[in-house]
């Protein structure tokens, strides 16, 4: 079964860090992504990742975030630190197809969603 799982969301105080998971099943190579979205708000792009290890992020969470990989693992993560309240949402991973695929819009397997919640 081709699958995102993601884990690792929580409360957490502003300044503080939280770590997210993404296990892959059924899907090797690939490029990864993580989108959030807020109450009330469209989703957004957070960080990308292609399977070289080549990342980008949002503007909003550049130098606060790293997104990394382990191929051996089948799994990718997203290291969030300095975190802020406006960080509050449910965070999805996400998969496209493609070795070096930065086109952080094309996604092609969702997983279901972690909710990250920072208080103030």
């Known amino acids: 079964q081709v699958q995102l799982v993601e884990s690792g969301g929580g409360l957490v105080q502003a300044g503080g860090s939280l770590t997210l998971s993404c296990a892959a099943s059924?899907?090797?190579?690939?490029?990864d992504r993580w989108f959030r979205q807020a109450p009330g708000k469209e989703r957004e792009f957070v960080a990308a990742?292609?399977?070289?290890?080549?990342?980008t992020y949002a503007d909003s969470v550049k130098g606060r975030f790293i997104i990394s990989r382990d191929n051996a693992k089948n799994m990718v993560a997203l290291q969030m630190n300095s975190l802020k309240p406006e960080d509050t949402a449910v965070y999805y991973c996400?998969?496209?197809?493609?070795?070096?695929?930065?086109?952080?819009?094309?996604?092609?397997?969702w997983g279901q969603g972690t909710q990250v919640t920072v208080s103030s």
């Open positions: 059924g899907l090797r190579i690939r490029s």
């Open positions: 990742i292609t399977w070289s290890g080549i990342t």
């Open positions: 996400a998969a496209a197809t493609g070795i070096n695929n930065l086109n952080v819009l094309d996604v092609n397997l």
